[in-house]
């Protein structure tokens, strides 16, 4: 079974501050999808990143980063120099990696809400 | 980009009626759609996926009588929500697969919600 665990369940920063939003899984397979969504006060879920398991290179989007380590089972986000408008539930789901036509499921994480103050 | 189109975005009913939540991928097929359902402050929970011209797939403890999943052409997907009583009031998201023949470029859409309220 699949499961994503985001420990920390609410963050307040300051705005201009770095922030990084925690995520461990579990899964049994040896090749999966991590993601990232974040979901702002109106709702939708707005895709970030998406990482293949057997590609363990750091990634950075400006100011977010992504730190894959499959040795911790780990898929940490970073957010630097944080703005108000980053304030939102941030989501770290898991998905199966299956031969084409199979249906594929997410499994998300809790979610960690964060608060940046101006 | 694609993009998935969720109706409607906030319905208020009484309890005991049903309310239909139509998801709609406006510029690919789409053989599979999931619906999630959120609970005010948690995570997304998987109720079912819905492939095309067959029945959905219901995750355990969701009622299929109450849940009422039709997936009848690629671009659309229905969710009805059938004498709903004001548990069912929740935050309920479907997302939409996009087959670009490979695995590796599969991505997964998500429509903007709609937030049920039953009174």
């Known amino acids: 079974a699949q499961k994503v665990t985001q420990a920390q369940t609410e963050i307040s920063v300051v705005e201009k501050e770095d922030v990084t939003l925690d995520c461990v899984y579990e899964?049994?397979?040896?090749?999966?999808?991590l993601f990232w969504y974040k979901q702002p006060p109106s709702g939708e879920l707005v895709f970030l990143i998406r990482?293949?398991?057997?590609?363990?290179q750091n990634e950075i989007s400006g100011r977010y980063s992504w730190n894959f380590q499959k040795s911790t089972s780990s898929f940490n986000f970073t957010i630097t120099a944080s703005q108000v408008v980053d304030s939102a539930v941030y989501f770290c789901a898991l998905s199966e990696i299956r031969i084409i036509g199979s249906a594929r499921q997410l499994t998300f994480g809790s979610g960690t809400q964060l608060t940046v103050l101006p | 980009g694609a993009v998935v189109s969720q109706h409607p975005s906030r319905v208020i009913c009484k309890s005991g009626t049903s309310v239909k939540i139509e998801c709609r991928s406006l510029?690919?097929?789409?053989?599979?759609m999931f619906w999630y359902r959120q609970f005010p402050k948690q995570s997304l929970m998987l109720m079912a996926t819905?492939?095309?011209?067959?029945?959905?797939?219901?995750e355990q403890g969701v009622e299929k009588d109450k849940f009422l999943i039709n997936h009848a052409s690629l671009t659309l997907s229905t969710l009805t929500v059938t004498s709903a009583h004001p548990e069912d009031s929740s935050f309920y998201i479907c997302?939409?697969?996009?087959?670009?023949?490979?695995?590796?470029?599969?991505?997964?859409?998500f429509g903007s919600g709609t937030q049920l309220s039953v009174l």
């Open positions: 510029d690919f097929q789409a053989t599979t």
């Open positions: 997302s939409a697969r996009a087959n670009t023949g490979t695995a590796s470029n599969e991505k997964l859409f």
């Open positions: 899964t049994r397979d040896t090749t999966y999808y």
């Open positions: 819905s492939n095309e011209g067959s029945k959905a797939t219901y």
């Open positions: 990482r293949n398991s057997f590609d363990e």
